[in-house]
Structures are given as C-alpha cells and as structure tokens.
Nanobody
Framework: QVQLVESGGGLVQPGGSLRLSCAAS????????IGWFRQAPGKEREGVSC????????YYTDSVKGRFTISRDTAKNMVWLQMNSLKPEDTAIYYC???????????????????WGQGTQVTVSS
C-alpha cells in the first residue's frame, strides 16, 4: 500500500525556518520522483519543488528558489523540504506526492502525481 506522510509544519515568524518531512512507504524512491505542493486558503494547489528518482535533478518554483531545498534519503525512504527565510506568503498546507514518472521538471502538474499525503500546515506570521 502506497502511503506518504508529511510532518514538520508549524507556526514560524517571518525569516524563520522549517524542515518538512515526507515519509514514503509501499514504494521506493529509486523508482519514483517526488513533488512538493502547497495550497493556501482560497487558492489553487501549486507545485513548489520536486526531486527525480535518480536524485540528480531538482526543481523549484521561482518564488522559493534560493530559500527552499529538497533532499532525500533512499535508505530511509524519506524526502525533506528545508524552508529558510520564510515569508507570510509561504503560509499554506504543504503536500508531498508521488510522481508518475522518474523525472522532475516544470511544470509540476497535479495529474502527474498519483498518491498524496494528508498535508502539513505551515503558518508564517509574527
């Protein structure tokens, strides 16, 4: 059974950092790439980042470039999203999802992902 579980969200002040975790089970990261998405209240879910099955290719949407870093550990079947210099506009529910292929690149489309976690809330506020 494929399952993805996010954790690590919370309330942080502007300029702060959070590290989101995505625990994958039922499949291995060696064969699937992973995407991170977020959805703010009243907005559509948007792609934030992805990492390829080989681990050699990553992608970041423009609004998070230079601030967010995606990484993974295939032995632990874990993916992380390190978020630094957080801004109020980063406030959203963050989801990790399994991509249907081994690749990673723009655009990150919802229908390219077949399994989703339940999400973790990130709130950036003073």
């Amino acid at each position: 059974q494929v399952q993805l579980v996010e954790s690590g969200g919370g309330l942080v002040q502007p300029g702060g950092s959070l590290r989101l975790s995505c625990a994958a089970s039922g499949f291995t990261l060696d064969y699937n790439s992973i995407g991170w998405f977020r959805q703010a209240p009243g907005k559509e879910r948007e792609g934030v980042s992805c990492i390829s099955a080989s681990g050699t290719t990553t992608y970041y949407t423009d609004s998070v470039k230079g601030r967010f870093t995606i990484s993974r550990d295939t032995a632990k079947n874990m993916v992380w999203l390190q978020m630094n210099s957080l801004k109020p506009e980063d406030t959203a529910i963050y989801y990790c999802a399994r991509r249907l292929n081994r690749l990673c690149g723009p655009p990150l489309q919802l229908n390219e992902h077949d399994n989703w976690g339940q999400g973790t809330q990130v709130t950036v506020s003073s």
